[in-house]
């Protein structure tokens, strides 16, 4: 038989008592617009301190921090254009590839790994 | 009536009490230290593709006898060692074990370059572009694909949404569906309470410590069992061991892609599209009624994070003819980690996926 010991019998009960009324008050609606405050507060706040930081950089004539972000948010979205491009590059190759092979045998089966295309 | 023990019975009792509490004194000390931690993620593998953060691994085997190569799909809100912890609770390690030819995708640690991307860049445009790397390095003409939580609904999107792509069986574990049962999670979400984009910091991504802090609120006095749990077994080397691998896992998540988090509280917390099978992705509508392969949905009944009333659903919105679900008495994790997991529930999994895979 596992022993519990009374300590933890102790906190055992009192989570009992605890943990229900917690998760009532995180499931409430006051509690998830207060989140919703606190987070665009705290938006808001980091948002003005970068605006600060990055006047104060741009004027030493030095990029910001939200500079470099920004640049590879934009990287981020050419690479996957790119990227979207040559998918789109490939499936058309197949495609034509699939359809030369089409006219020149009709009998026969397509060549190469055949013409799926992804969606887009 | 006061129990009373015999005198020998007591003299053991002292023992015992004595040598745990040498034992809770060298573990506490191990533990503050930061000592002691077993290393994870041993299972030998190889990264056999890679595209800008994600990796695809293949685990080393020479005992292979499934033909059909089992692709694990991970969430994008924690790291995918959650499949492969210590040797002998391992969910690759087991599989590998199996006879299989196991693949698992690690999507990496987002950053301002994968802050753009959507659910089409996981569904659409990865995936399939995986997919063809197994079958190419495998000879194997399709791959049954297993994902978890979020990689579950990954898996069904990209599954529904490309229907030509080589998959044998889907396999979804622990996915949500209907976001009416997701908690605090999709509740918070909801029109006048927290919006998604509010959450997103000057990376364009949604930091790890918010993610983190979602999950927690799910149990608010989960933290403080668990350290109530460690200071009972303290002395137990095997259970210190053990919370030290979870407690590090649960911890390590990581920021999640802005514009997916986006689509997900919009479509998913707030329209709850996923319930009704049809989602809008990539300019058409992705119906999960176009997923026609076996399909497996495994329920953990004890799952506090994705309720079995949140997946439960799953099973009618596809297409296939073949269609089962595997309940399971487990929460979140334990469906994969731990000894019961290990002796039941995997093998269980791995029944249902060798029925459906050619042999080597």
């Not at chain 2, 593998?45 to 006898?65: A, F, G, I, M, P």
């Not at chain 2, 399971?328 to 002796?343: D, I, K």
Request: charged fraction near 25%; proline fraction near 6%; include cysteine.
């Amino acid at each position: 038989m596992i022993e519990t010991p009374p300590w933890r019998q102790g906190y055992d009960a009192l989570e009992r008592q605890v943990a229900p009324r917690v998760e009532r008050l995180v499931r409430s609606e006051p509690f998830a617009v207060a989140v919703g405050v606190m987070a665009r507060l705290q938006r808001g706040v980091e948002a003005e301190s970068s605006r600060f930081t990055r006047r104060v950089l741009h004027r030493l004539n030095l990029p910001a921090g939200t500079d470099v972000s920004r640049i590879l948010n934009e990287l981020g979205q050419l690479r996957r254009q790119v990227t979207g491009l040559t998918t789109e590059l490939e499936d058309t190759r197949a495609e034509l590839a699939t359809a030369t092979a089409r006219d020149r045998e009709p009998a026969s089966k397509g060549s190469g790994r055949g013409s799926r295309t992804r969606a887009r | 009536m006061a129990l009373v023990l015999a005198p020998d019975e007591l003299v053991a009792r002292i023992r015992r009490d004595t040598e745990r509490n040498v034992l809770r004194v060298r573990n506490g000390l191990k533990h503050l230290a930061g000592v002691g931690s077993p290393e994870l993620s041993r299972t030998p593998k190889d990264t056999v593709w890679q595209s800008e953060k994600v990796q695809l691994w293949r685990y080393q085997s020479d005992r292979r006898h499934i033909a059909t190569p089992l692709l694990f799909v991970h969430s994008l809100v924690s790291r995918s060692y959650v499949f492969d912890l210590v040797p002998g609770n391992s969910v690759v390690e087991t599989m590998r074990d199996r006879g299989f030819d196991v693949f698992l995708i690690d999507w990496g640690v987002p950053d301002e370059l994968e802050a753009g991307n959507t659910l089409e860049t996981y569904a659409d445009d990865y995936l399939p572009e995986i997919v063809d790397v197994v079958t190419e390095l495998t000879g194997q003409p399709d791959v049954n694909m297993f994902g978890y939580c979020f990689g579950g609904v990954l898996a069904l999107l990209s599954v529904a949404g490309n229907t030509d792509m080589p998959v044998r069986s889907l396999a979804v574990q622990a996915t949500p569906v209907d976001f009416r049962h997701m908690g605090p999670m999709a509740s918070m979400m909801q029109e006048g309470r927290v919006e998604p984009s509010d959450l997103i910091d000057a990376t364009g991504n949604v930091p790890a410590e918010v993610m983190r802090n979602s999950f927690r609120v799910l149990k608010p006095t989960g933290d403080i069992t668990g350290y109530v749990n460690l200071w009972q077994h303290l002395w137990n080397d095997d259970f210190v061991a053990a919370h030290q691998t979870m407690t590090q896992w649960a911890n390590d998540h990581i920021p999640f892609a802005g514009a997916a988090f986006v689509q997900t509280g919009e479509l998913f917390a707030r329209q709850n599209r996923l319930a009704t099978g049809r989602v809008p992705l990539g300019g058409r509508i992705v119906d999960l009624a176009d997923i026609t392969v076996p399909f497996l949905n495994i329920v953990g009944e004890k799952d506090h994070i994705v309720p079995p009333e949140a997946t439960g659903a799953l099973t009618k919105l596809v297409g296939s003819a073949e269609v089962e679900e595997l309940r399971l008495p487990a929460g979140h994790v334990g469906l994969v980690v731990g000894r019961t997991a290990q002796r039941q529930y995997l093998p269980a999994m791995a029944n249902w996926l060798e029925r459906h895979s050619e042999p080597a």
